[in-house]
């Protein structure tokens, strides 16, 4: 079974330059997660879908992100314009259902901005 | 507010001995904890899970984890360590109540010496 997976693997980009990254949740799994994992830190939520719906965009900065996922399966973040703090590694995640089950990673894509 | 603390930020452990991963938690409710491995590169993997029940939980590669409600602790454990267990390990709390809202603390690498 394919994993969660995310691209682009690295991302180098100047800041004020726009960014976008792209998950395919595992087949099946109707909630998807993107989470940003700052060095040295865990990972924070920053958006959470159930099927098309953004059911948690609480911790989403919604001045220069916003994410999509059309039809329910691949989402896409976006940041614009990008700041130097935004530097990070951008996680996805997807699970079955709701509830209390465990989350699929992906291999994130690390974002510098320079 | 709920959080997590991973208080140490490195454990070393010779092969062969017994480990331990440190996990304390604050939250209102019911605490649902989980237990995550990141290796190089790679996203993060399920471990295992507290919902209810029996304060020992046991997991994946051999891992277990021990539940304490007086302590509000959630400490990982393994009876003997291997060389590929070295990674980190992030301890995280549902502080949604159920709906997956994972809270992580800033992990805990572990480092098994041959």
């Not at chain 2, 295992?48 to 994946?60: A, F, Q, R």
């Amino acid at each position: 079974e394919a994993g969660v997976v995310q691209s682009p693997r690295y991302k180098i980009i100047e800041k004020k330059q726009p960014v976008a990254f792209w998950c395919n949740p595992i087949s099946g799994h109707n909630t998807l997660y993107w989470y940003r994992q700052n060095l040295g830190q865990g990972p924070e939520l920053l958006i959470r879908y159930e099927n098309e719906e953004a059911v948690d965009d609480s911790q989403l900065p919604k001045d220069r992100f916003s994410a999509e996922r059309l039809k329910g399966v691949d989402s896409t973040l976006k940041i614009q314009p990008a700041e130097l703090g935004d530097s990070a590694v951008y996680l996805c995640a997807s699970s079955f259902l709701a509830g209390v089950n465990e989350q699929f990673f992906g291999p994130g894509t690390r974002l510098t901005v320079l | 507010a709920q959080s997590v603390a991973q208080p140490e930020d490195q454990v070393n452990v010779a092969e062969g001995n017994p480990l331990t991963v440190k996990c304390t938690y604050s939250v209102s409710g019911n605490p649902y904890l989980f237990w995550y491995v990141q290796y190089p590169n790679r996203g993060l993997q399920f471990l295992l899970k507290y919902i209810t029940g029996d304060n020992l939980v046991k997991g994946s590669y051999g891992f277990e984890a021990e539940f304490n409600k007086s302590q509000t602790s959630f400490h990982l454990k393994k009876p003997s360590a291997l060389v590929s267990d070295s990674a980190l390990y992030f301890c995280a709390v549902d502080g949604s109540g159920g709906y997956n809202k994972l809270i992580f603390g800033a992990g805990t690498r572990l480092a098994v010496h041959p």
